[in-house]
């Protein structure tokens, strides 16, 4: 298939673009690069720096599928510049969708959030649960599916809502806890867990990976939202499994955000999806690329002080990357 992946150089965009390249798939990353190009070279890929926002110079020509995942992708880096975090995480999706129609693109596949429910009393969190979304990160995700699914008619729209993810990438991010936790272990030998009982569900980058490959190999499947995430654990139990990998020491303090977060991801295993990987297999990962030398910690690794360095706190609409 020809693919179309926005964000195809970011941490979760960088192990899937390679998959699908070994998949046998021709790809086409449309990416900013904020946080750099970790992709090899290959015959099938054609990278192209150029902002999403520009929606008009997005070659779609021949494109059968996109795999959207470039927004801005956490909490604190929406927070930097809401109104550029609303133009990439909404406008320019919309704007994607409709140039996708027109072309005649046949799936649309978004990585949305697992955060859009917000906080919930229920211990099963399906699909079916009203979204009550806190953070504006999450309200970007809610109204970008809400937005993307209107288009539902005109071709089949997948809404992944993916816990948080955990494991290795060439283009690493060391600000989400698994890996954060992992890596403190690591070169610390110390753990600092905030509160520690809130509960975050999670995922595997190989598992995200082979989600995304789900969908595409069985496009007809329903239009509609997919939870992926399957190891509900406290903060406390996650450094605990990081412990249990490598000795360091946690330090528990208070936390001014006690929001536990769970997922059901049921109606995606019953659409035949089997997850293979744990958060376990993460650490595990991230220890041994660590003792290989693999493992470094640079701006590029932190979102939020990134986007910083970029200027993009301050900025906004084209500009912002010109
Ligand atoms: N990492 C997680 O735990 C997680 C969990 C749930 C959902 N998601 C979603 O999955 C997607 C990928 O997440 P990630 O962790 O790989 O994030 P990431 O920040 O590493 O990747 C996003 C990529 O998009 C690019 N980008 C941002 N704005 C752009 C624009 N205007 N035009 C073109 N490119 C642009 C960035 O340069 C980056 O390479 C995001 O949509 C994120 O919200 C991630």
């Not at 806190?134 to 008619?153: G, Q």
């Not at 997948?158 to 989400?176: N, W």
């Not at 499947?221 to 903060?235: D, K, Q, V």
């Not at 003792?291 to 979102?303: A, I, S, V």
Request: glycine share 8%.
């Amino acid at each position: 298939m020809r693919l179309l992946v926005t964000g195809g150089c970011g941490y979760i965009g960088t192990v899937l673009t390679g998959q699908l390249l070994a998949d046998g798939h021709h790809v086409t990353v449309v990416d900013t690069q904020w946080f750099g190009n970790h992709l090899e070279e290959h015959p099938d890929l054609v990278v192209l720096e150029q902002d999403l926002r520009d929606s008009r110079a997005i070659p779609l020509d021949g494109i059968d599928a996109i795999l959207h995942l470039a927004n801005i992708a956490n909490d604190p880096a929406v927070e930097l510049n809401p109104e550029l975090s609303w133009e990439v995480n909404v406008l320019a999706g919309q704007q994607l969708a409709d140039l996708a129609v027109r072309y005649g693109v046949r799936q649309f596949i978004y990585a949305s959030s697992g955060s859009v429910y917000g906080v919930k009393q229920e211990d099963e969190v399906t699909e079916d649960l009203a979204l009550e979304p806190i953070s504006v990160y999450n309200k970007t995700k809610m109204v970008a599916e809400r937005v993307l699914l209107s288009y539902r008619d005109q071709m089949t729209v997948h809404c992944i809502r993916p816990a948080t993810v955990c494991g290795l990438s060439p283009r690493m991010r060391l600000d989400v806890t698994v890996n954060m936790l992992t890596y403190q272990a690591l070169t610390d030998g110390r753990m600092t867990v905030f509160g520690g009982r809130q509960t975050r569900p999670n995922i595997h980058i190989g598992d995200m990976v082979g989600v995304y490959q789900h969908f595409l190999a069985q496009p007809d499947l329903p239009t509609g939202c997919y939870n992926a995430g399957f190891e509900n654990l406290s903060i406390l139990e996650v450094a605990e499994l990081v412990q249990a990998e490598i000795p360091a020491e946690i330090a528990v303090t208070e936390s001014v955000d006690p929001r536990s977060y769970r997922q059901n991801s049921d109606k995606l295993l019953a659409t035949g999806f089997m997850p293979r990987h744990g958060v376990s297999d993460a650490i595990g990962d991230l220890a041994a690329a660590e003792r290989q030398g693999r493992l470094n910690d640079d701006e590029t690794c932190h979102t939020v002080r990134r986007m910083k360095q970029l200027g993009l706190a301050e900025q906004s609409r084209l500009a912002a990357t010109r």
